[in-house]
């Protein structure tokens, strides 16, 4: 026989309490069994004088919710992935083959001379690579210096708008007025430029949870009691609803919890049936946010705030232990 099943039994034999008597060895187990004093049914059916009693929770169980929203766009590149990209750009622009102008232009007309001046403004027909000739004698050199700002996303953006203005423009028949390109939508939102921790449109690369504020001052993600008959599903459900109201599209993920808390009372505290409780027990159930916004006016349990903070900004809020217990259910981005 393996060693495994015996170092299972030895574990089970320790957790396992036994109504033999531990001084008498296996062998002679069979015989003291059959010699002990048989259990009558009344005994057996009375908590007191059974070999296992009834053992009552000493911690209060609660369930309590992870409610995120996830990354809305594409966290911002590096700097090595900012040169990277941009160097794949210039290579790009070595490797394809030169623009056949005579196919469009003959020559000597006003179009081709036209298309020589503006190469040699440009040096490139790619506005977002900056001054380079990927046909010239310099070709080798397309490497950026430090603070160029050539590869910054922005920059590449913001030229290939300013040439297709340029180009619209030169080819309207309007010249009243000077044609616009739209601009993308900046990556910083107006709940950024105000640190507006209520609202969603915020560090919109980041995962954002939902924290509240007890009536004592205390900030913690939403929990409460699991009530008789409820599960921990339905208990985190019950619990979202009654912290942050029903005007949210909330998905629960799974049915089992993602992490725990536990805290101990400074004093034992007595529950409605008299029994000692020593301390307080949270499970916390995954869920998403698809639509919606928290609302505290109806809350039922006292809550008096709310934010969406990163898992970097929960730790300023929230007490050292129990940031401890929740920080690896969160996401670092």
């Not at 004592?216 to 339905?234: A, M, Y």
Request: glycine share 4%; with cysteine; hydrophobic share 35%.
């Amino acid at each position: 026989m393996s060693s495994a099943p015996n170092g299972a039994r030895r574990i089970a034999s320790v957790l396992r309490p036994s109504i033999v008597d531990s001084g008498v060895c296996r062998s002679c187990r069979r015989n003291y069994a059959s010699a002990a004093t048989p259990i009558s049914t009344s005994e057996i059916a009375s908590p007191s004088s059974s070999p296992f009693p009834v053992v009552k929770p000493t911690h209060i169980i609660k369930a309590g919710v992870v409610l995120s929203r996830p990354p809305q766009i594409t966290r911002d590149l590096t700097s090595f992935e900012k040169a990277y990209f941009f160097y794949q750009k210039r290579l790009n622009e070595r490797l394809a083959l030169p623009f056949t102008k005579y196919f469009y232009f003959k020559r000597g007309t006003p179009a081709d001379e036209d298309w020589k001046r503006k190469i040699r403004e440009r040096e490139t027909p790619a506005r977002d690579i900056g001054k380079y000739n990927a046909y010239s004698k310099e070709a080798w050199n397309d490497e950026l210096l430090v603070g160029a700002v050539e590869s910054e996303p922005e920059h590449q953006v913001e030229m290939l708008v300013q040439d297709a203005e340029a180009t619209v423009n030169a080819t309207s028949q309007d010249t009243s007025k000077k044609e616009e390109i739209p601009r993308p939508f900046s990556r910083a939102t107006e709940a950024d430029q105000k640190n507006d921790q209520k609202s969603l449109n915020r560090a919109l690369q980041r995962t954002l949870y939902l924290l509240v504020q007890t009536k004592e001052g205390f900030w913690k993600l939403p929990s409460s009691s699991i009530e008789t008959g409820e599960t921990l599903r339905l208990a985190a459900e019950r619990t979202l609803a009654q912290s942050a109201g029903v005007n949210m599209n909330t998905w629960m993920v799974g049915y089992h919890p993602v992490g725990h808390h536990m805290y101990n009372f400074r004093y034992p505290k007595t529950d409605a049936t008299g029994h000692e409780l020593l301390g307080e027990k949270t499970f916390f159930m995954k869920s998403r946010i698809m639509a919606g916004q928290a609302d505290l006016a109806a809350n039922s349990q006292n809550l008096q705030d709310f934010k969406w903070l990163a898992k970097d900004e929960i730790a300023k809020f929230v007490l050292p232990q129990y940031y401890s217990n929740i920080k690896n259910m969160l996401a670092e981005r």
